[in-house]
């Protein structure tokens, strides 16, 4: 397909432009649904439970909450173990 812009025209490549959409959704997605690991900033995704995280980082495994984003400890426990 050909597009005009001012005036010049240029080809749209469809399926490109269309996996463009797919990346920046997924993007978008992952920016909603996921908090970055404090230590090494990995995306990590909460689908339930308690607050008590492990990064699936091998290298890492840093065990943190998820409400406060420190490192685990007693308070976050005591705290916020199943806050929403």
């Given at each position: ?11 749209v490549d469809e399926k ?56 685990w400890n007693r308070a976050c426990m005591g ?6």
């Amino acid at each position: 397909r050909w597009e005009l812009s001012g005036s010049y025209a240029y080809r749209v490549d469809e399926k490109a432009a269309e996996q463009a959409r797919w990346e920046e959704a997924s993007k978008e997605t992952i920016k909603k649904t996921t908090k970055p690991c404090p230590r090494c900033h990995v995306p990590v995704e909460k689908n339930g439970g308690c607050m008590h995280m492990k990064c699936p980082q091998p290298q890492c495994q840093l065990q943190w909450c998820w409400n406060c984003g420190c490192e685990w400890n007693r308070a976050c426990m005591g705290d916020h173990w199943f806050d929403v």
